[in-house]
């Protein structure tokens, strides 16, 4: 795909957000990964984390529709979404004692700022990965799912590698809606041990 064939096919992404009241494009890759493999569903307890502007956690607010519940953690303000109870807070220094309750889903779509320094930019997320698979351990019940963004690399080796000691399945994932020249992907573990 050309960088122009790109650039339209993500803003075709962005107007469709703005005419659905989405607040970012991200939404419908939770929206496309969500058909395939059907992991937000009514009644369950979620951890959105890196949510802001609040894309995904509208998503999730909408399958739940009033059952369940969502925390959603980012760095920056999120205004409020119906259901959702958000903590503002670096991950880094979050206090994971916070989190008192089972949870059946956690999901991020934490990036670090990229410096376009490839070992840095590798380091940052895999340092980001750690503290989620630590939420992961935390928090999440026997059979729980976990999903998260990664970079083609050093942190999806990292990543993969972490997912196949806690989860019975592992998925690749790489929703139409991301954009083709971008190196993220999203690996899914399914099934925690
Ligand atoms: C791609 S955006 C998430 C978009 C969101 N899923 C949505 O649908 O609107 C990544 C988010 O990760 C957050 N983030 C990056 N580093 C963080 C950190 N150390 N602690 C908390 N949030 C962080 C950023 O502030 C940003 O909002």
């Known amino acids: 795909m050309s960088k122009s064939e790109s650039y339209f096919s993500g803003e075709k ?47 999730i607010s909408k399958e739940l529709n009033g059952t369940g519940s969502i925390i959603a953690i980012d760095i920056l303000d999120m205004p409020k979404i119906k259901d959702v109870k958000f903590i503002k807070s670096d991950l880094r220094e979050f206090d994971q004692n916070k989190l008192n309750q089972p949870i059946d889903v956690v999901i991020s779509d ?26 992961v351990d935390k928090t999440l019940v026997k059979g729980g799912n976990f999903l998260a963004k990664c970079f083609e690399g050093r942190s999806t080796e990292f990543l993969s590698k972490e997912i196949n000691k806690r989860f019975k399945i592992i998925k690749r994932l790489k929703p139409d809606s991301s954009r083709k020249i971008s190196k993220e992907i999203y690996l899914l573990g399914l099934n925690k041990n």
């Open 110 to 135: 934490i990036a670090p700022n990229i410096s376009g320094v490839r070992f840095i930019d590798d380091t940052n997320m895999i340092d980001l990965l750690e503290i989620e698979l630590s939420i």
């Open 13 to 59: 992404y962005n107007l469709k957000a703005k005419k659905l009241g989405y607040r970012s494009r991200a939404a419908f890759k939770l929206i496309d990964i969500n058909k395939k493999e059907n992991i937000l569903r009514k009644n369950l307890n979620i951890i959105d984390l890196g949510s802001a502007p609040g894309g995904w956690s509208q998503v």
